[in-house]
């Protein structure tokens, strides 16, 4: 298994430096100072405070305070203890930094500097995925993928993982839809050293059809594009297999 690739999201805070409010509140001041220390979950409450204030001066203040949850988050994403108290950290630090991204306001480059974030916190959530899938927790492994996709809806790998893990839970029809969409990004990007695997899935395309007594489409896979493929390829649930980890954010749509 490939050593999990753990990116440096906090690199993104050297290279840019957001305009700050002269009415700046103390406790925006405060959970800032708390996650430069690493205290992760006060800075989570105290800044979740600035976001949930009414006033009118907190405005101002939201993309900064979403953007430091969502670091604060990821950070707790790296540490086994926290990560068992938040296993859907990353989810959540994602969430915040796209809220960062929505409540920009002018001369603060949110929108900027969450895109850039955007593409170190992508391969930890399809790893996060990756992870639960080889360590067989099948809806983890669901979850994650999907968020993957929404993230890069171009990136085949993530489709047609998904589709797998759909079905290891026992989910014919989902699995179906989701090697569908992988084959159709595959016809996009033509990578040759994934041809072997799309040939696998095109199989497993063609099993997942049978089971849901769709003759039609069973016969057009087994009868035509997967007639060189071995039927070992085709795994029965329950029978797992090691998917490899991303190292790198894929080309945007």
């Not at 509140?25 to 600035?50: D, H, K, V």
């Not at 899935?201 to 049978?210: D, F, G, K, P, Q």
Request: with cysteine.
């Amino acid at each position: 298994m490939i050593a999990r690739y753990i990116p440096v999201f906090t690199l993104w805070l050297c290279w840019f430096s957001p305009v700050w409010s002269q009415s700046e509140t103390a406790g925006l001041a405060a959970g800032i100072s708390a996650y430069q220390q690493g205290n992760y979950e006060s800075a989570i409450r105290m800044l979740a405070r600035i976001i949930e204030s009414e006033g009118p001066e907190s405005k101002s203040k939201i993309p900064e305070a979403h953007f430091y949850i969502s670091q604060a988050y990821y950070q707790v994403s790296l540490d086994p203890a926290l990560a068992a108290v938040y296993p859907d950290a990353l989810l959540r630090a994602y969430n915040h930094l796209m809220a960062s991204r929505d409540t920009d306001v002018p001369g603060a480059g949110y929108q900027r500097i969450a895109d850039a974030a955007l593409e170190v916190l992508w391969p930890a959530i399809y790893n996060t995925a990756v992870e639960a899938y080889n360590l067989k927790n099948y809806d983890r492994a669901v979850v994650f993928f999907a968020k993957a996709r929404q993230i890069n809806p171009r990136f085949f790998a993530a489709a047609l993982n998904q589709g797998y893990s759909h079905w290891q839970v026992g989910d014919t029809l989902a699995a179906i839809k989701s090697w569908q969409k992988s084959l159709e990004l595959y016809q996009i990007v033509k990578s040759s050293e994934s041809r072997e695997v799309m040939q696998s899935t095109l199989l497993m395309l063609a099993n997942a059809y049978s089971q849901r007594r769709m003759p039609a489409e069973s016969t057009v896979f087994f009868g035509g594009r997967c007639a060189v493929v071995s039927r070992s390829l085709c795994f029965p649930r329950g029978r797992n297999h090691t998917l490899s980890y991303s190292h790198r954010f894929p080309p945007r749509p």
